[in-house]
C-alpha cells in the first residue's frame, strides 16, 4: 500500500512538473514571436507616417491583421487607412 502511494505521488509530481514546463514554456515563445510582429511593424508604421507608441496597446490579433495589410498589394495611403481604423478600434 505504501508503495502504490509514493508511486502516485512520484507519478503526479512529474507530471505536474511537466505540464509546469509545458504551460510556461509556450507562453515565453509567444512574447517573443509578439515582440518580433512589433518591431517588424515598427518601420512600416514610420514609413507611412503613424506613430509607433500606437504599437504598445494592440492585441496579437490586431498585430497579426496589420502584419497582413502590410505585406498586401495595395497602396500606402489604402494600408494607412485599414491600419488606422484597426488602432481607433481598439
Request: proline letters at 2%; glycine letters at 8%.
Amino acid at each position: 500500500m505504501n508503495r502504490t502511494i509514493a508511486t502516485l505521488a512520484t507519478v503526479a509530481a512529474l507530471a505536474t512538473g511537466g505540464a509546469a514546463f509545458a504551460d510556461s514554456h509556450p507562453s515565453s515563445e509567444m512574447g517573443q514571436g509578439f515582440d518580433m510582429l512589433q518591431t517588424a511593424l515598427m518601420s512600416d508604421f514610420e514609413r507611412m507616417g503613424i506613430p509607433v507608441d500606437s504599437l504598445d496597446d494592440l492585441t496579437l490579433g490586431q498585430i497579426a491583421a496589420i502584419k497582413a495589410i502590410v505585406e498586401s498589394d495595395d497602396q500606402d495611403g489604402q494600408k494607412k487607412g485599414q491600419i488606422e481604423a484597426i488602432i481607433a478600434n481598439n
